[in-house]
Nanobody, 123 residues
Framework: QVQLVESGGGLVQAGDSLRLSCTASGRTFSDYAMGWFRQAPGKEREFVAAISRSGGVTYYADSMKGRFTISRDNAKNTVYLQMDSLKAEDTAAYYC????????????????WGQGTQVTVSS
């Protein structure tokens, strides 16, 4: 079992930046691909970005490409999501998740989830 704790959310204005962090414990962090997902009220959980175990391969949802950057530091058991040029439609609860082995865009393939951190972007 991997325990995940997100931090870094908050209230910002459109055009601002935020960096989310997710720290893992309980298992060997580098055995797990990591993903970020988000969910807005009344909407389904949505893929944001994913990163491979080594950090060498990353995937993004089309609407986040060029604005969001996922990275990880295996020495610190932490995955990051740098979010730039934030828009009002980025408002959501953001969740990190772990998946043993290879990366995936599908949230159902991730077995462990953090509690989420709220990001609110005012326009």
């Amino acid at each position: 079992q991997v325990q995940l704790v997100e931090s870094g959310g908050g209230l910002v204005q459109a055009g601002d930046s935020l960096r989310l962090s997710c720290t893992a414990s309980g298992r060997t962090f580098s055995d797990y691909a990591m993903g970020w997902f988000r969910q807005a009220p009344g909407k389904e959980r949505e893929f944001v970005a994913a990163i491979s175990r080594s950090g060498g391969v990353t995937y993004y949802a089309d609407s986040m490409k060029g604005r969001f950057t996922i990275s990880r530091d295996n020495a610190k058991n932490t995955v990051y999501l740098q979010m730039d040029s934030l828009k009002a439609e980025d408002t959501a609860a953001y969740y990190c998740a772990s998946k043993y082995g290879s990366t995936s865009r599908g949230h159902r393939e991730y077995g462990n989830w953090g509690q989420g951190t709220q990001v609110t972007v005012s326009s």
